[in-house]
T-cell receptor, first 115, second 115 residues
């Protein structure tokens, strides 16, 4: 079975400092991995995705994530946080054999950005 | 281009009543997904439509939930009769094609409260 674990339910950073949101996955097959973000009262938006190409994936708004198979991790980073980054972030897995595109979500990490 | 819309944004009903949630996908998207987030838990897949056909309904919790997509356009999710544990946020997503190479666009969700 496939699953994802987001290691922090809440992360707080100061504006201009680095962001690290941690995610570990479990998958019997080569997975596809995603990060989604949800701002208040908005739908979830895709930040980036890994589908077995380059292990370092760049997304929107300066975010990136690195797929590390040996550590079964897919942590999300950003060099410098902005106030507009405050939102809830979801690490998501979908098994490569799943042609339907069903997504399996982690528990979410709430990111707060202090001025 | 309009995004995925969901109606209502909030619904408060009593246990035993019936509620119908509606999702309008992005025009031309054949694939439509329903997900649910129960308080304090992760977002979970409910089912997947391709046009008007149910492709995968493995996540539907029980027979009190009925999803339809007549004509392959908008979809409804009916809960009858509602129970307390049905409270949560119901998300709809759509994509042009199924599978992992096509982004799922999410609506803002319907917050359902059963009292």
């Amino acid at each position: 079975a496939q699953s994802v674990t987001q290691l922090d339910s809440h992360v707080s950073v100061s504006e201009g400092t680095p962001v690290l949101l941690r995610c570990n996955y479990s998958s019997s097959y080569s997975p596809s991995l995603f990060w989604y973000v949800q701002h208040p009262n908005k739908g979830l938006q895709l930040l980036l995705k890994y589908t077995s190409a380059a292990t370092l994936v760049k997304g929107i708004n300066g975010f990136e994530a690195e797929f590390k198979k040996s550590e079964t991790s897919f942590h999300l980073t950003k060099p410098s946080a902005h106030m507009s980054d405050a939102a809830e972030y979801f690490c998501v897995v979908s098994p490569i054999y799943n042609q339907g595109g069903k997504l399996i979500f982690g528990q979410g990490t709430e990111l707060s950005v202090k001025p | 281009e309009a995004g995925v819309t969901q109606f209502p944004s909030h619904s408060v009903i009593e246990k035993g009543q019936t509620v119908t949630l509606r999702c309008d996908p992005i025009s031309g998207h054949d694939n439509l997904y329903w997900y649910r987030r129960v308080m304090g838990k992760e977002i979970k897949f409910l089912l997947h439509f391709v046009k008007e056909s149910k492709q995968d309904e493995s996540g539907m919790p029980n027979n009190r939930f009925l999803a339809e997509r007549t004509g392959g356009t908008y979809s409804t999710l009916k809960v009858q009769p509602a129970e307390l544990e049905d409270s949560g946020v119901y998300f709809c997503a759509s994509s042009h094609f199924g599978g992992l190479n096509y982004e799922q666009y999410f609506g803002p969700g319907t917050r359902l409260t059963v009292t």
